[in-house]
Every structure is written in structure tokens, then in C-alpha cells.
């Protein structure tokens, strides 16, 4: 799996976003995908955003979707939280866990204000 640092949006697609591809040779399975804001976010009563997967089709749309088919693109975005609160969101960090040949998988990583505070979010 790649992150993609600043890679366009889909038409219909503005909260929160992160952009990933699936650069092995099997689906990515049983998505889960959360934020969980840093103590700034206590404020707003804010504890864990979901994330809802969209995977690119063909045709450059992107779709609902449970898995991510090898060599796809895929964006995870935060339709839940309003981009007034994404705006005053401290860092966060994400959990995206997924199932690959069987096995359960984890990628965490810290991303920081600026880059929860624009349509495209950055993996710092």
C-alpha cells in the first residue's frame, strides 16, 4: 500500500481526505478505517471520526466499496465531521486496518493540523 500525498479529488468528494493505491498483487479486505483527533479535539467532543472508503473505478469515479482490488486507488473520507471542525482539529492520528491473504494488518501513522485542515490530506 502507497499513500499519496496531495492527489486530486474525485467530483463529490471535499471533507477530510486521504488517497492511497494498492500496490500489491491481492485485494486489501474488510476495511476499517478511524481518526482519533489529539487532546485538542476534547473540546469539540470529538473522539473518533470513521472514515468511508470510496475505490477509483475505471472510468475515474469513485464508488462505495469493502475491498481495494490490486493496483487500485482508493480514498478514505471523513463525511461525518464538517469542515468547521475539521478546521480546528489538532493533529490526529490514523488507523487503517484491513485483512491481506488471510492476515489481519494495521498502518498507523500522526498526521498533523495542516493536513487535516484541506480537502486533501497529507500523511506526514
Known amino acids: ?8 479529488a474525485p467530483d463529490g468528494m471535499d471533507k477530510i481526505m ?14 476499517q478505517a478511524v481518526l482519533k483527533p489529539d487532546s485538542d479535539a476534547n473540546a469539540l467532543g470529538i473522539d ?16 462505495p466499496g469493502a475491498s481495494i482490488p490490486p493496483g487500485a486507488r482508493f480514498y478514505l473520507e471523513a463525511a461525518e465531521l464538517s ?32 493536513a487535516l485542515s484541506g480537502p486533501s490530506a497529507d500523511p506526514q
Open 1 to 8: 500500500m502507497k499513500w499519496l500525498a496531495n492527489a486530486s
Open 18 to 31: 486521504l488517497t492511497g493505491t494498492n500496490t500489491s498483487n491481492t485485494p486489501l479486505e474488510n476495511i
Open 48 to 63: 473518533t471520526v470513521a472514515l468511508n472508503l470510496r475505490v477509483e473505478r475505471r472510468d475515474g469515479t469513485a464508488a
Open 83 to 114: 469542515e468547521a471542525d475539521a478546521r480546528r482539529l489538532g493533529g490526529a492520528i490514523l488507523s487503517f486496518a484491513y485483512s491481506q491473504d488471510g492476515r489481519r494488518r494495521t498502518s498507523i501513522m500522526y498526521l498533523e493540523r495542516t
